[in-house]
């Protein structure tokens, strides 16, 4: 019989994080919650499109946000790619 993989993030469940603290791609001391660290503003991208705290934003307008430069457009095209990583 196989033996299970070990919990190394400790959240409980055996996930791809486990895996890929096992091989070492994360840092030493550093965390499977790299992303969430990353971003700075958090809310940032919502109070410039006038979205209220709590709503969704439309995907039609994060869309446009997208297709703009600076600061707005680097935010909406994060947001479009972190929607894509959920599970």
């Known amino acids: 019989m196989a033996k299970s993989f070990p919990d190394l993030t400790g959240d409980g469940e055996v996930t791809k994080a486990d895996i890929l603290k ?11 919650k790299f992303i969430q660290s990353a971003i700075k503003k958090p809310g940032a991208l919502r109070a410039s499109m006038g979205v209220k705290k709590g709503e969704k934003i439309p ?8 297709k703009k430069p600076g600061k707005m457009g680097q935010r909406a095209r994060l947001a479009q790619t972190l929607s894509k990583l959920k599970k």
Request: charged share 25%; aromatic share 6%; hydrophobic share 55%.
């Open 59 to 66: 995907v039609k307008k994060l869309a446009a946000a997208a």
């Open 22 to 32: 096992a091989k070492g791609v994360f840092k030493k001391g550093g965390s499977a």
